[in-house]
């Protein structure tokens, strides 16, 4: 890893498995004993939000926290229309082009002219954060298991943008970023037939397109002397997890 760059947590999961819970956690987590993490929310949901006691986050870094001996929580909720807006005004030399954005909407007309725009904008916002060196460690709740992998392939992205120019060079070095040991994507699952398979077939997906894998996360596990039979179904369904993280499964 560049000694510049922060680590960055990507945490993902199938839907309702809790993953913003996590997110938020390991924020606190990795801002315990000090200096300060960023957390970053990039679909304008509120379930991380009440995971820290908010009832929405920030559209900027602040701080919404205070983690054991000291360390910090600094959060936002990445809004994409005013990515895509700072974004066209900074680097679209058209004035004719960002006043149609700002007519029909920014985000739809990016989707129009490269689908692609949005996923690598709001990443490359990830990624400078990290390089600023501003931050212990950057956490992101990401999309969950069915987008996720789009999310961050920004190469597939690539494909979508113009050849030359600013925002196919923020794409490229986006790219290789992600794919850098400065990352990892954490998986959030429940000990239940569904979200496993999903979060195998998700597994996979991010594997084959050269993301680096961190940990998974079994949510809501109980305890043995609360329900041990449900609880030997339960890691009788995590087991297929283990050889999907290590790469075994087809």
Known sequence: MDDSSTAVHVVTGKGGTGK???AGALALSLAAGGGR????EVERRPSVAATLGLSRLPDSPEKVATAEGGGEVFACSLDAEVVLEDYMSTNVSSSLAVGAARRFGVTE???AIAPGLRDVLLSGYVVAEARRGDWKAVVVDAPPTGRIARFLDVTRALGELATTGPIHRQARDTAAFLRSDAVQV???TLAEPLPVRESIESLDELREVGL???SVV???ILDDDLCAAALSVDRDAVAGVVPALLGGAG
């Open 20 to 22: 913003s819970t996590v």
């Open 37 to 40: 993490v960023l957390l970053l």
């Open 109 to 111: 007309f990016a989707t």
């Open 186 to 188: 954490h998986m959030v």
């Open 212 to 214: 680096p894998l961190g």
């Open 218 to 220: 079994v949510n809501k």
